[in-house]
């Protein structure tokens, strides 16, 4: 079982910036794919950034130049930095653990990112 549990979020202006963080535990963190989603109100969730174990990096065309995923194995923590934010990218960020062939995604509880225009 792997936890997960997400901090960062909160209230920016347009153009501002926000790094969300993902603290992990409960299983080993460096064999995991993990992830940031998004869903905003009446919206599907959505993909923003991925990492793979050996940091192979994949981005939402929405995100590619702006927001940056990264991990820190030793602490098992995945981050999300995002830099010019607008009021598009207002939403729920979730962040996910998935380890490749296992057939299981395990989610954190959300952070709220809201932004003012």
């Known amino acids: 079982q792997m936890q997960l549990v997400e901090s960062g979020g909160g209230l920016v202006q347009s153009g501002g910036s926000l790094r969300l963080s993902c603290q992990a535990s409960?299983?080993?963190?460096?064999?995991?794919?993990m992830g940031w989603y998004r869903q905003a109100p009446g919206k599907q969730r959505e993909l923003v950034a991925s990492?793979?174990?050996?940091?192979?990096?994949n981005y939402a065309d929405s995100a590619k130049g702006r927001f940056t995923i990264s991990r820190d194995n030793a602490k098992n923590t995945v981050y999300l930095q995002m830099n010019s934010l607008n009021a598009e990218d207002t939403a729920v960020y979730y962040c996910?653990?998935?380890?490749?062939?296992?057939?299981?995604?395990?989610w954190g509880q959300g952070t709220q990112v809201t932004v003012s225009s």
């Open positions: 996910s653990a998935d380890w490749p062939g296992r057939g299981r995604t395990y």
């Open positions: 409960g299983s080993p963190f460096r064999f995991y794919t």
């Open positions: 990492i793979t174990s050996v940091s192979s990096t």
